[in-house]
């Protein structure tokens, strides 16, 4: 925990002390940082090790098609990602996270730049590295971030309405994590409803509604799941159920907040801005809906990126000094104190508090 924090923090800061010039510089020195700290770490992570041991035993699997497809099945990994194994020209494991951490970063690095005024990297920069659902969580979820890289790509097919490479490649993201394929109609949002406010209202309707389910209906919902639905009843024991249902007065105000600052960046951006927009929405939707079904919690990852940039967006466009820095502490304050819960919680606080690297095995 000590060192993620002090080279989370030297990054925060360095690009706030710079947010008035060579704001790009500073960026780009940041997640050249964030690369090295990504690229040499050792078993740091829930599914570090996992990774691991499955890479190790899949490179040393015959390159047959049944081989290869018979353990996917077994352990429940997507065959494009056990061919991208395969093919990767290195058998060091180590290897495999420096290129995985470079994408990472580089994707990182290109959406904020892209998106983001310079003065509001660093805010960027807090969300991302501070909040537990950004960087942490994503450095043991490899093969999903993998998919993230490919939402990302994919994102600019969309934009530029090239409905074929934005579908090719969300298949092809599907080979390595399949949930990616759900995201496909969101082709259409992007450049058919866009401009329609119905959709907002929709999306304000269905917030509230389950703002309102999380703090109640899931505890009435659980005996439902467990008796119509028993396979997915492992996610609602009696253990989890607790956690979901203890909602803090801070959480609750944390997603209203946010909820409403990217509703006024939709109102008030661009195009671009609005897309960018919407999208965050679909995180809101899918965390709020997964605190009720776990699964559905997984697909909110893909829309981090979007909600990194969307916040930033909203507050350069709030003119009052006074309520735009209010907002900018409440939201970081909640962060940093998501961030310590994190590393002192059971899940994660076990695989994220000690943080190891390569250099360890020697």
């Not at 993620?4 to 704001?23: E, G, P, Q, T």
């Not at 990182?108 to 730049?113: D, R, S």
């Not at 951006?269 to 559905?296: D, K, Q, T």
């Amino acid at each position: 925990m000590f060192e993620s924090s002090i080279v989370c923090s030297l990054i925060v800061i360095c690009n706030y002390a710079f947010r008035n010039f060579k704001a790009e510089k500073s960026l780009f020195i940041g997640f050249a940082i964030l690369f090295v700290f990504q690229a040499v770490r050792y078993d740091y992570g829930n599914d570090y090790m996992s990774y691991f041991h499955n890479f190790n035993e899949v490179k040393h699997l015959p390159f047959n098609h049944d081989t290869i497809v018979g353990f996917g099945e077994k352990n429940r990994i997507e065959i494009g990602y056990l061919y991208l194994i395969k093919i990767f020209p290195f058998s060091d494991f180590y290897i495999f996270i420096i290129f995985w951490s470079f994408f990472n970063c580089f994707a990182y690095f290109y959406f904020i730049k892209k998106y983001v005024f310079p003065n509001y990297y660093w805010f960027a920069l807090a969300l991302y590295l501070f909040w537990p659902g950004g960087m942490l969580v994503q450095l043991s979820a490899i093969r999903q971030t993998i998919a993230i890289f490919i939402f990302v790509w994919a994102y600019n097919f969309a934009e530029k309405r090239n409905l074929l490479k934005f579908i090719l490649l969300l298949l092809f993201g599907g080979l390595i994590h399949s949930s990616i394929l759900i995201l496909m109609p969101l082709y259409f949002i992007v450049n058919q409803y866009i401009l329609k406010d119905k959709l907002i209202y929709l999306f304000s309707i269905f917030f509230l509604l389950v703002l309102f389910a999380d703090s109640g209906f899931k505890n009435n919902i659980i005996p439902y799941v467990d008796l119509y639905f028993n396979q997915y009843s492992h996610y609602l024991n009696d253990e989890w159920s607790e956690k979901i249902a203890e909602t803090s007065i801070s959480q609750s105000l944390f997603r209203i907040i946010t909820f409403i600052l990217i509703l006024y960046a939709y109102k008030v951006g661009n195009i671009i801005e609005r897309r960018v927009a919407v999208f965050s929405l679909f995180f809101i939707l899918f965390s709020l809906l997964g605190s009720i079904l776990f699964l559905v919690n997984r697909l909110s990852m893909f829309f981090v990126p979007f909600l990194i940039v969307s916040l930033p967006l909203a507050l350069k466009n709030l003119r009052n000094f006074y309520l735009r820095n209010s907002l900018i502490f409440i939201i970081l304050l909640y962060v940093i104190k998501q961030y310590f819960t994190f590393f002192y919680s059971e899940i994660y606080g076990g695989s994220y508090y000690e943080y190891k690297t390569i250099f360890n095995m020697f």
